[in-house]
């Protein structure tokens, strides 16, 4: 009946979009495949300039004797401006390599030793900060992954934490398995997100407008690489928090 033939080409039609969409999707597909190997190939490439730049900017003001304290401010901006730019640069190097799916690197990982040792080496900047920096680890936390980019992905959530966090402050570590998957909590006792804001922090380049500046070693890029870190894993790092309160990262991973 005419019902038949309304579903079928429904059906048809939806079949017909889905093939068109495939069939489109690859050009833009391609053209973001080569977006990336281009950031990748500046990035890298911008490194050695920007080496000399700081050199040659860093090695005058060793010897403040012979360049006059004018000079000595204009080579410390170079130097400054300079150390920014590497940071961007390696960070934007990091987020093309990383959204590349890639299991070069991967063996068995002890989770808790990384998040252990990171503490570690926070530990004076919280004690600086007045900040009390928290550890709580349930026992099994074994996973596949790349150490390296699992150690920056912890770092930047745990940098951001401190950051956001005022003097006497929490920021919490806090781990559970659920299942086949890993959770991990990095809470603060921060400055929080805005509701409007919540849907941004993992974009690439956003930042709230009180958040740190390019000097303070911001650059915007910190969630974005570490959220590419997360699914690159199989995972994901979702964000709940409330403005003057606190926020919680919580990273889900798949466990071994
Ligand atoms: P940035 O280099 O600016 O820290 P990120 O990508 O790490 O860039 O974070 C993006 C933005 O998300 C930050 O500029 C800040 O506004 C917000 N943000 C990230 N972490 C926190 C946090 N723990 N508490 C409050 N705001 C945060």
């Given at each position: 009946g005419l019902g038949g033939g309304i579903i079928i080409t429904l059906v048809l039609s939806s079949i017909g979009g889905i093939l068109l969409t495939r069939q489109a999707m690859q050009p833009i597909e391609e053209s973001f495949q080569r977006l990336k190997q281009f950031t990748a190939d500046a990035s890298h490439e911008l490194r050695s300039p920007l080496m000399a730049i700081k050199i040659n900017a860093e090695l005058p003001l060793e010897y403040p004797d012979e360049i006059g304290p004018k000079d000595a401010e204009k080579f410390q901006a170079i130097a400054s401006a300079t150390n920014q730019m590497t940071r961007l640069t390696e960070d934007l190097l990091l987020l093309a390599r990383t959204d590349r799916v890639s299991t070069q690197n991967w063996n068995t990982i002890d989770l808790a030793s990384i998040l252990d040792n990171l503490i570690q080496l926070y530990k004076p900047q919280a004690e600086v900060k007045q900040i009390n920096l928290k550890l709580q680890l349930i026992a099994n936390l074994q996973l596949i992954g790349d150490t390296v980019q699992l150690i920056r992905l912890f770092t930047n959530l745990v940098e951001n934490a401190l950051y956001y966090t005022p003097s006497q402050g929490v920021v919490e570590i806090k781990s559970s398995r659920v299942g086949s998957q890993v959770f991990i909590d990095v809470q603060d006792t921060g400055v929080g997100i805005a509701p409007e804001h919540i849907d941004k922090v993992?974009?690439?380049?956003w930042r709230a407008t009180q958040s740190r500046s390019y000097w303070d070693g911001?650059?915007?890029?910190g969630l974005a690489i570490a959220q590419a870190i997360a699914q690159n894993h199989g995972g994901l790092i979702t964000v709940t928090s409330k403005l003057g309160v606190g926020s919680c990262f919580t990273v889900r991973l798949p466990a071994l």
């Open positions: 993992f974009e690439r380049f911001g650059s915007g890029l």
